[in-house]
């Protein structure tokens, strides 16, 4: 399965109008491999970015079941210390992990995403995205007040 993702990854690159498509069964030909297969450190890396990929072509086609499992698998490859190794990735697959469980209605996850990059956010900025969903879980458990305050808290650290 690895090499026929593999070969289809870079099939798409000479098939530019059919590469979205080439690239979404390249990622299901590598994750089944991913599931029973050993990688190294490197393969793992690539395979994650490669899952990234796939899920925003999901997401662009509002496929979220597809989405959430090209992000669960790459959150999967990624190393144990991938926050400080691959800071952009871990935060942009956490951010993407929150939003699908958001559409899913999934509480329980999307806390988890928030909590991880909130724990791991190097600034602001970095935390505007997981903040605003904590803000939404709040408001859907109908904690208004604590909503409201957290939002407050957010302007003063923006300096509003």
């Not at 299901?28 to 190294?40: A, E, S, T």
């Not at 979220?64 to 999967?76: G, N, T």
């Not at 929150?98 to 999307?110: F, Q, R």
């Not at 935390?127 to 879980?137: I, M, P, Q």
Request: charged share 20%.
């Amino acid at each position: 399965h690895k090499t026929i993702g593999e070969n289809l990854i870079r099939a798409g690159e000479h098939f530019p109008a059919e590469s979205t498509a080439i690239h979404q069964i390249a990622i299901c030909q590598i994750n089944k491999f991913c599931k029973h297969g050993h990688l190294d450190k490197q393969n793992r890396l690539q395979f994650a970015f490669h899952n990234a990929t796939a899920a925003k072509y999901a997401l662009t086609s509002c496929n979220f079941e597809e989405a959430r499992l090209s992000i669960d698998m790459a959150i999967e490859l990624l190393e144990d210390h991938h926050w400080e190794t691959h800071y952009s990735l871990s935060l942009e697959l956490f951010e993407m992990s929150a939003s699908v469980s958001c559409i899913h209605g999934d509480i329980t996850k999307i806390s988890s995403c928030v909590d991880e990059i909130l724990t791991h956010a190097k600034s602001i900025d970095d935390s505007l995205k997981a903040s605003s969903f904590l803000v939404k879980v709040l408001a859907a458990s109908s904690k208004f007040q604590e909503a409201i305050t957290k939002c407050l808290v957010i302007l003063e650290n923006l300096g509003e």
